[in-house]
């Protein structure tokens, strides 16, 4: 039980200290570049989500920290994150690529369309019902020009570190060491495969809620052994997000709630397409 303690205490310094240094990256540059940033990157929605599309399905859980943190900055809208968690296979992908290196391309790209064409009806829906989501981080910028010791003790010390990483860390640390208590203990590999398949999309789909990229393992070994077809592994894939989503989950549970919700409708939605032509 230590030994679990101490590798889920190291994997979750690991996170955040990568998720410190982008939120640190996104502070300054909001501070120093906020127009210039809000021009070019949100003055077209369908821009956010080919952008946020094409960098969640780039390997490992950075880039949607990236969005993440952009989106809480309001510089990205529901879609967009949407968009990056339907697209992003997180640490999966590196396994992906070494197992199953054909069929991982192939996923990545299927990956970036339904990403975009997700965020598309996410940013829809959300308009639609009126959804509020996640409001920009209030602080208060005194001078124009961006003074170093400023940004230090206020947006980095006071803002990033104080505010955020701390509620941060307990929930990362915490969701983990859960997540590897069920995995450890708990064998569903004869329940999985003694399933139909349109049962195992369902199964897919929800086990993508989990914020572990671990879980998600399973589906590839049972792929590349032959046990399930490529829709279960699809649909399992854009449903998960790896660690991508537990950032937001110290901003606004609610959101996080909001774009699971949508995710997992969206891969269920795609699961039952596949399922019904047979693939």
């Keep these: 039980m230590l030994d679990e303690i101490v590798t889920t205490f190291l994997e979750t310094m690991k996170i955040i200290l990568i998720i410190t240094l982008l939120m640190i990256i996104i502070e300054f540059l909001e501070l120093k570049f906020e127009n210039k940033i809000r021009e070019k990157i949100t003055r077209k929605p369908v821009n956010q989500f080919v952008i946020a599309s094409l960098l969640g399905s780039i390997p490992g859980c950075v880039d949607s920290f990236f969005i993440v943190s952009l989106y809480v900055h309001g510089l990205v809208g529901f879609g967009a994150l949407a968009a990056v968690m339907l697209s992003t296979a997180g640490d999966d992908a590196f396994i992906m690529l ?4 054909e069929t991982a391309l192939l996923i990545f790209a299927i990956s970036v369309i ?3 064409v997700g965020g598309f009806f996410a940013d829809k829906i959300a ?3 009126k959804l509020k989501t996640c409001q920009p981080c209030e ?3 005194h001078e124009k020009e961006l003074d170093f010791k400023h940004f230090l003790k206020e947006h980095v010390f006071g803002h990033v570190l104080k505010k955020h990483i701390p509620k941060l860390f307990l929930w990362i640390f915490f969701t983990m060491l859960a997540i590897g208590f069920l995995v450890e203990n708990f064998n569903l590999e004869p329940i999985v495969t003694s399933l139909p398949v349109f049962l195992l999309i369902v199964f897919a789909a929800l086990i993508g809620i989990i914020p572990e990229s671990g879980p998600h393992l399973f589906f590839l070994l049972l792929f590349s052994k032959g046990f399930i077809p490529f829709s279960v592994l699809l649909v399992n894939t854009i449903s998960q997000d790896g660690h991508g989503l537990l950032p937001l989950l110290s901003y606004s549970v609610k959101d996080t709630i ?3 919700i949508f995710t997992t409708l969206f891969a269920l939605a795609v699961g039952i397409v596949l399922f019904s032509i047979g693939v």
Excluded: T
């Design 98 to 101: 070494a197992m199953i290196p």
């Design 114 to 116: 339904l990403g975009i």
């Design 127 to 129: 308009k639609a019902i």
């Design 139 to 141: 602080i208060e910028i």
């Design 258 to 260: 909001y774009v699971q």
